[in-house]
């Protein structure tokens, strides 16, 4: 453990080079929300907006040579790939970027402008796995060196340093940090950093309920692929933990993991844009999203990293759609509506004053009695949604509540 927090200090020390510490902000707004002492560690303030960056020139700077700083490889669609494509630049290093053809246009050009002239992005696959292993493959190939996201020593070391930063900059030891997880390079780093250097801090780890793979590998005693994952947080959808994160995680239980629902997370992401002006990805998002889960938090001094702020706008609407389910002020419904003059009307009628149409869609219209419609409400307080139903089964209208059905919502939302 001593050489571990030596080597944290000089990967910190080096990181210098690229960036100065990325701030920790005491909240008000949060503090206030929970009664604590509420600390954000700014990662989505790093020069690629994630943490990932210090990671892979933790890497890199061991591995480049005087006069031959080499190949890296590396299968990304985000954040891992801005942070190898900004230390290929930094070094003079050649990089191969493997990315999934799907990935947004969005990303890929801000590796690329990450990276310059010194990156090739190469898209292979459609999905995540067939790019891994293209670019596993092109590494055998071309005698290049392959850099891991998160399950590899040296980028441990290298998420470590966000602890080292923490300590030095709050000047004492937390009562609780708060880590996002996905792959587990963070929370290994920083957990076994702390261990030496603020042994009485507890933590608690936040994953997506889409793709709790930490929470999965603590239940099963080891690390284990789940059947599926929700893509959503993009950021931490990871189908199995690492197994050197794990290692260092191991020593948790099941209860130190807190999961978010992916819509819930979409609340938190408007909040803090709304509240504080502070742009965040789902995966960012995550650890600030479980502070209501962790029991009484008064008077304590609770840290929780905001791991990035790799954000497309293009997804707002995405975002404050799943956000509004959430909290109840949107439902969608498919309507039988009779085929007659007034039928319309008389729906109209049923609404309150602060419900509003957002989608109206007929779907089936023929020469029957009835026809199917999708409609979409939006209102301000979820009682008034409960009250029109309420009114709908009064008056006989037939219809179905598809809002929280995955299969129909995403077929006909």
Not at 203 to 218: C, D, H, M, V
Not at 364 to 381: C, P, Q
């Amino acid at each position: 453990m001593e050489n571990f927090v030596a080597s944290v200090r000089l990967a910190e020390a080096a990181l210098r080079d690229l960036f100065e510490p990325t701030p920790l902000q005491r909240n008000d707004h949060l503090s206030a929300k929970y009664g604590a002492d509420i600390w954000l560690k700014r990662e989505d303030l790093t020069p690629v907006r994630s943490y990932k960056l210090r990671g892979a020139f933790n890497a890199m700077r061991k591995l480049v040579q005087p006069g031959a700083p080499g190949h890296f490889v590396c299968a990304s669609a985000g954040n891992h790939a801005q942070g190898v494509a900004y230390a290929c630049r930094h070094f003079g290093a050649r990089g191969t970027i493997f990315m999934p053809i799907t990935t947004p246009g969005q990303k890929i050009d801000k590796t690329r402008m990450f990276g310059g002239d010194a990156i090739e992005i190469v898209l292979k696959g459609d999905y995540f796995d067939q790019t891994l292993a293209a670019a596993q493959a092109f590494c055998t190939e071309q005698g290049a060196q392959f850099l891991s996201p998160f399950d590899a020593p040296d980028v441990i070391e290298g998420q470590a340093t966000v602890g080292l930063e923490m300590l030095a900059q709050l000047g004492r030891a937390p009562d609780l940090v708060v880590l996002p997880v996905g792959g587990g390079g963070l929370s290994a780093g920083v957990t076994k950093l702390l261990a030496t250097e603020a042994p009485g801090t507890r933590f608690a780890f936040a994953e997506p309920l889409g793709g709790a793979s930490l929470k999965a590998a603590l239940q099963a005693g080891a690390p284990v692929a789940l059947p599926a994952v929700d893509s959503f947080v993009d950021g931490a959808a990871v189908a199995r933990i690492g197994a050197l994160p794990f290692e260092a995680l191991q020593r948790f239980t099941p209860a130190d993991v807190y999961l978010a629902p992916e819509d819930r997370i979409c609340r938190t992401m408007l909040e803090m844009l709304n509240t504080e002006g502070v742009v965040l990805e789902p995966a960012g998002a995550l650890a600030l999203d479980v502070l209501g889960d962790l029991g009484d938090l008064t008077g304590k001094t609770v840290v929780a990293v905001c791991s990035g702020g790799n954000f497309d706008f293009e997804r707002l609407p995405e975002v404050k759609e799943r956000a509004q389910r959430f909290q109840g002020v949107k439902k969608y419904f498919v309507l039988r509506m009779p085929q007659r003059p007034g039928a319309l009307r008389d729906f109209l009628d049923l609404l309150g004053p602060n419900d509003d149409i957002a989608r109206f869609e007929y779907l089936k219209k023929s020469a029957r009695n009835f026809g199917s419609v999708l409609i979409g409400i939006e209102t301000s307080d979820p009682a008034n949604l409960i009250t029109l139903m309420a009114r709908l089964d009064k008056s006989g209208f037939a219809y179905r509540d598809i809002t929280n059905d995955g299969i129909l919502s995403e077929l006909l939302v």
